[in-house]
């Protein structure tokens, strides 16, 4: 089945660090750039960024509002895309979704994880 | 960055009903206008793609219209599993930033 789950959300403090995990099966997972975005509670939908394959040079993009705290990685042995962030803020506070693709087509975007709750909070 | 609008912000309409939500732009974006549909406590599902493509398994009465900087999708016949959310979104340049979002509920 082809699937992807995220993992690793929890409370954490302001300024502290936190890394979630998007784990992939059921495609070849090397061939696929990696999306994340994110959700406050009861807001819309906030494009955070991207990783590009290995064959695009695994290059990054970001959004401002987390370029510098934020950082995309991916081990295509494991088939498991990081998400690390860094200097964590309250308005970090969501769930936070990854998906296969750099944009939206025909074989991207097509699936997404369940999601994982990030609270930062003291 | 592009500024994406939506309107209305939400609606009440009854099953059957012929649907319309209307997205602008802040500047021309082409072809790369996209649509997601999404309920509560779920991830987004992408609906449409390049303005008028239908993601595989999306039902025929989904459709997208549009170009430049005023787009719409529109529902020809609202059934239950329709009750949702949908945001647009633009994929042109980065940040690929979302509408506001359009709640959609039974009337």
């Known amino acids: 089945e082809v699937q992807l789950m995220e993992s690793g959300g929890g409370l954490v403090q302001p300024g502290r660090s936190l890394r979630v995990s998007c784990t992939a099966s059921?495609?070849?997972?090397?061939?696929?750039?990696l999306s994340w975005f994110r959700q406050a509670p009861g807001k819309g939908l906030e494009w955070v960024g991207f990783?590009?394959?290995?064959?695009?040079?695994?290059?990054?993009e970001y959004a401002a509002s987390v370029k510098g705290r934020f950082t995309f990685s991916r081990d295509d042995s494991k088939t498991i895309a990081y998400l690390q962030m860094n200097s964590l803020q309250t308005e970090d506070t969501a769930v936070y979704y990854c998906?296969?693709?750099?944009?939206?087509?025909?074989?991207?975007?097509?699936?997404w994880g369940q999601g994982t709750m990030v609270t930062v909070s003291s | 960055d592009i500024q994406m609008t939506q309107s209305p912000s939400s609606l009440s309409a009854s099953v059957g009903d012929r649907v319309t939500i209307t997205c602008r732009a802040s500047?021309?974006?082409?072809?790369?206008l996209n649509w997601f549909q999404q309920k509560p406590g779920k991830a987004p599902k992408l609906l449409i793609f390049?303005?008028?493509s239908l993601q595989s398994g999306v039902p025929s009465r989904f459709s997208g219209g549009g170009s430049g900087t005023e787009f719409t999708l529109s529902i020809s016949s609202l059934q239950p599993e329709d009750f949702a959310t949908y945001y647009c979104?633009?994929?042109?340049?980065?940040?690929?930033?979302f509408g506001p979002g359009t709640k959609v509920d039974i009337k």
């Open positions: 998906t296969r693709g750099e944009v939206p087509a025909a074989y991207a975007f097509d699936i």
């Open positions: 059921g495609f070849t997972f090397g061939d696929y750039a």
């Open positions: 990783i590009r394959s290995k064959a695009y040079g695994g290059t990054t």
């Open positions: 500047q021309s974006i082409g072809g790369y």
């Open positions: 390049a303005v008028s």
């Open positions: 979104q633009q994929s042109f340049i980065t940040p690929f930033t």
